[in-house]
């Protein structure tokens, strides 16, 4: 059998029994400001801080200075010395966009895991790797070709997904159907601002709570809380989900 892995978000593996198949590649997908990057972040940090797993996040949007800045703000202790040492690699927008050539900025990425010396990997965003093809047919041999190269690189991946459609309208793409799980971030507006929920909506081979959770973001990070429900489009009520 298949290990798991252990997303860092404990309510998260709650849901997943256990964390994340290893070597699978899952769509992170959730509007702006929904916590998808925090999550990535957290993911890694974890991955170092209590498993001894190196990871490599690579982002086309934002610094370095960005993201040691995102995990300074919701207290992720030692993150600076994990990117410092080496443990945690960064390939920011400056690194991977150097090239105007794309499959020039993929070659970097893929140079960089290629030596197996990574477990976990966060690509912020797939929406940015998509925007290079046209052809449905063409992005499609891509991404299975490239989630198979993290596979044998013994990387299990997170590979965010930017989401336009606000919940429940959720765009299905490719992407959703050729990566091993999908999991939404939502957010609802309230008087006093959001409502965060989290929702798994597919894990290939494994048994899951397809239930929407509460979650919030705060110090610490993302917390998922093991009740389900609390889900409103009107946001701030304790129904149940309403679609
Ligand atoms: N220390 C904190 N305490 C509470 N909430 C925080 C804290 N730091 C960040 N947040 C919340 O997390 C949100 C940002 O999360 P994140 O950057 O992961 O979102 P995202 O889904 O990646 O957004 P985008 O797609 O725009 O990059 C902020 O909008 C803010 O509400």
Redesign the pocket.
């Known amino acids: 059998m298949s290990e798991l892995v252990s997303t860092g978000v404990e309510g998260l593996d709650s849901i997943l029994t256990g964390g994340i198949t290893e070597r699978s590649t899952v769509l992170v997908s959730?509007n702006?400001?929904?916590?998808?990057?925090?999550?990535g972040i957290q993911y890694l940090h974890h991955g170092v801080s209590e498993h001894d797993e190196r990871g490599v996040y690579v982002s086309f949007?934002e610094d370095e200075a960005d993201i040691r800045g995102?995990a300074e703000?919701?207290g992720f202790e030692g993150f600076d010395e994990m990117v410092d040492d080496g443990d945690i690699v960064i390939l920011d927008k400056r690194e991977m966009l150097r090239e105007t050539d794309f499959s020039t900025a993929v070659d970097r990425l893929l140079d960089t895991v290629e030596d197996g010396e990574f477990d976990r990997l966060v690509l912020d965003s797939l929406s940015m790797f998509q925007l290079f093809f046209d052809a449905e047919q063409e992005k499609r041999t891509y991404l299975l070709k490239f989630s198979d190269i993290l596979k044998a690189n013994g990387l299990t991946s997170l590979l965010?997904n930017?989401q336009g459609a606000v919940f429940p309208d959720t765009e299905v793409g490719l992407e959703n159907f050729l990566t091993d799980g999908n999991i939404y971030?939502i957010q609802t507006p309230t008087d006093s601002g959001v409502n965060r929920y989290v929702w798994v909506a597919k894990m290939r081979k494994q048994d899951i709570d397809t239930d929407i959770f509460p979650m919030e973001?705060?110090?610490g990070g993302i917390t998922v809380h093991e009740r389900a429900g609390g889900f409103s489009m009107m946001g701030g009520s304790d129904d149940q989900p309403s679609f």
């Open positions: 959730g702006p400001g929904t916590g998808k990057s925090i999550f949007e995102a703000s919701v965010i930017e971030f973001i705060g110090q």
